[in-house]
């Protein structure tokens, strides 16, 4: 499939800019976490934390310690210190 130079730009901006989108999606998964009402659903949302913390090339020992934690405070002092945002 053929992409005009229009679209090669937009995906092109895209990855260049993927690390800031990555850092807002974890806060707003921050959000989502702390108004959260069931068990089942923090889960899943720690999930996308998850995929996110990978998108981002965060070691993963560093992840698996946010998740054994699973505490959205340290997640958001993570995401403050070690990635520049929140």
Known sequence: ???TPYQDKIIQRYYENRPELMRQKIAELITD???ATTDKKRAQLWR????ALKNLNVEQKKIDALLEKADPVVLAQFLEKEL???
């Not at 996308?48 to 995929?51: A, F, H, N």
């Open 33 to 35: 976490i702390y108004l």
């Open 1 to 3: 499939m053929d992409r």
């Open 84 to 86: 520049g945002g929140y």
């Open 48 to 51: 996308r934390v998850e995929l």
